[in-house]
């Protein structure tokens, strides 16, 4: 019922930023928590940052927590995901996912608890 399509990975040296994006489709945006996770090769794909349906409730893992930001724009159905200072143990395919709520402001870690998941986009920080 909705697509996320992730955008804005590449290669960048440690120390540097990227900013990604995740378009969704439909009309009900505004509805979806959001939130990012990663996956590198050999690992359990693990919780990133997770956004509330208004942007104003966040929440990071422990492991990026004061490097990286999570932020919306409704008017324009994208999450966003800003990451600064970036290490090489940051490389991994990263994936928009949706949670459709009806109400409240809060924000999701599990990732059973996502309905839709975007393709990944690949992010890789060289040392």
């Known amino acids: 019922q909705v697509q996320l399509v992730e955008s804005g990975g590449g290669l960048v040296q440690a120390g540097g930023s990227l900013r990604l994006s995740c378009a969704a489709s439909?009309?009900?945006?505004?509805?979806?928590?959001m939130g990012w996770f990663r996956q590198a090769p050999g690992k359990e794909r693990e919780f990133v940052a997770a956004i509330s349906r208004s942007g104003g409730n966040t929440y990071f893992a422990d492991s990026v927590k004061g490097r990286f930001t999570i932020s919306r724009d409704n008017a324009k159905n994208t999450v966003y995901l800003q990451m600064n200072s970036l290490k090489p143990k940051d490389t991994a395919v990263y994936y928009c996912?949706?949670?459709?709520?009806?109400?409240?402001?809060?924000?999701?870690?599990?990732?059973?608890?996502?309905?839709?998941w975007g393709q990944g986009t690949q992010v890789t920080v060289s040392s």
């Open positions: 439909g009309r009900t945006f505004s509805f979806y928590s």
């Open positions: 996912a949706a949670k459709v709520v009806s109400s409240g402001s809060y924000y999701y870690t599990p990732i059973n608890d996502y309905d839709y």
